[in-house]
């Protein structure tokens, strides 16, 4: 493996690696507003939610790589505490990235990018109407990570407002991650579109105990035909199927049959399982995993 020391790297390069390595990231559609009245839009990639309740956001306005100096944004929430975070939707990401181009502190990103200012209700900041989401924020603290090139400044932003487009609604009133469409940034110029076959759901019942990897048999646990996502599934168990119970449940499958009688049972049932398993039918997946035996 490539191994790096912080210190013996280019900060530069160091930032590429993070961002390929941590990705995706969601974006922070940042709206502010200067004391001079003018709006700013900018993107941030380093941004995540961090609490429901306060519902607390927080992204980092780093400060310029090339030569140590700090956004539009950051002055403005510094001298306003007030921000609009909106998220980005597909059909927005290249007036996004267009947004992204660092303009003087004079210039209305909104009028540059194309969009639509929307006046917020608790905050001076506009929303971007185009936006699906938008959450207006009041700037609980501002934390500098360090003063030379690349130096984070965590912002601390507390919603007072969310406002979410229904058309991007369930019918159950959740948000749906097809309708969203969201972007994700990953490293240098590369994205990624949160819908579609990009979405896979991954469902763990936590209420129960899994015997985990090292409570399964040694023949399925060193398979060589299941992945480590495939054992991972039989993990989850509270406890595998015996043999009788795999038997009633698939020994009259035709498949499995054959491959009792075959030279390759282990080989046969763990391909047959893994296709189970793909299918999410874990316990057909571990009858069969466990016929293997």
Request: overall charge negative; glycine content about 6%; some cysteine.
């Amino acid at each position: 493996m490539l191994s790096i020391d912080p210190k013996q790297i280019a900060t530069k390069d160091l930032h590429q690696y993070i961002l390929g390595a941590v990705a995706p990231r969601p974006i922070a559609f940042a709206s502010t507003l200067s004391t001079e009245g003018v709006p700013n839009l900018a993107p941030y990639s380093f941004f995540n939610a961090f609490s429901s309740n306060p519902p607390i956001l927080i992204f980092s306005s780093n400060r310029r790589v090339a030569n140590n100096t700090t956004k539009d944004t950051l002055k403005n929430v510094e001298d306003t505490g007030e921000v609009v975070i909106n998220v980005v939707s597909h059909n927005i990401s290249r007036q996004m990235a267009l947004a992204s181009i660092e303009y003087g502190p004079e210039v209305d990103e909104f009028k540059k990018a194309g969009f639509t200012t929307l006046p917020s209700v608790r905050v001076k900041p506009f929303r971007v109407a185009e936006s699906p989401v938008q959450m207006e924020c009041v700037v609980d603290k501002i934390l500098p990570l360090g003063e030379d090139g690349g130096a984070g400044n965590l912002i601390f932003c507390k919603i007072v407002m969310m406002h979410i487009s229904e058309e991007i609604l369930s019918e159950s009133g959740r948000i749906d991650p097809h309708k969203i469409d969201l972007m994700g940034r990953m490293g240098r110029f590369y994205y990624v579109r949160a819908s579609g076959a990009a979405v896979e759901e991954i469902v763990q019942d936590v209420s129960r105990i899994g015997i985990g990897f090292d409570g399964l048999p040694p023949e399925i646990r060193h398979s060589k035909v299941l992945t480590g996502n495939d054992l991972a599934h039989l993990a989850s168990l509270p406890a595998l199927p015996s043999q009788e119970e795999a038997m009633a449940l698939m020994g009259s499958d035709a498949r499995v049959q054959n491959a009792l009688i075959g030279q390759d049972r282990l080989i046969t049932l763990h391909t047959y399982a893994k296709e189970v398993l793909a299918k999410n039918d874990v316990l057909r997946g571990a009858a069969l995993a466990v016929l293997s035996l």
